[in-house]
């Protein structure tokens, strides 16, 4: 069966420094979202993608964040000075879109870890 | 209009037992209901979901009951397992999701 993959699984950076966690959707899916997940807290929404441009972001997406999709498979999140704060595990999710269960289903990856020291 | 709060925060039950958690949300636009099921260290998982135009929806032990009026749903587990001891999440949708706090659930052998 189709998954999200991840990687890395975990990364640890110091303060200040550039990440970029990648993520390979499942492969006909269209719609693209970066969650997070803070130790112990719920999982909150960051931003989706969809037809190679945002679609919607959350007010924790400022000016730091950045997605991308560099190619046909990879979608990537990229925080360009890492605050100890941005410490979470990352979670990325695709789905295939149109109406229906199929559609609105949302898959999840297994996560990276971001530890920020 | 975002917020979503679920009930109970945590919850033990012995095998075979039924737990019951509870979702409630504001925002009118959700236009899906899933329930997630995450173990540590995974992902979360889709368990089962419901669409706004249906009552209850069950698949294998698990039931879901929507009001809509209410702006309410529930998760039921029917003949709980200890492998079912995870935390579950509700997450309506309207585009994204918005994940309530989660439930620890953990089923007692």
Known sequence: EPEVTQTPSHQVTQMGQEVILRCVPISNHLYFYWYRQ?????????????????????EIFDDQFSVE?????NF????RSTKLEDSAMYFCASRVG????????QYFGPGTRLLVL | QQQVKQSPQSLIVQKGGIPIIN????NTAFDYFPWYQQFPGKGP??????RPDVS???EGRFTISFNKSAKQFSLHIMDSQPGDSATYFCAPQGGKLIFGQGTELSVKP
Do not use: M, W
């Open chain 1, 76 to 79: 990537t999140l990229k925080i």
């Open chain 2, 56 to 58: 209850e929806k069950k």
């Open chain 1, 38 to 58: 803070i130790l112990g807290q719920k999982v909150e929404f960051l931003v989706s993608f969809y037809n190679n441009e945002i679609s919607e972001k959350s």
């Open chain 2, 45 to 50: 998982a889709l368990l089962i979901a419901i």
């Open chain 1, 69 to 73: 999709r560099p190619d046909g498979s």
């Open chain 1, 98 to 105: 149109g109406r229906g269960e199929r559609g609105e289903t």
């Open chain 2, 23 to 26: 979702c409630a949300y504001e």
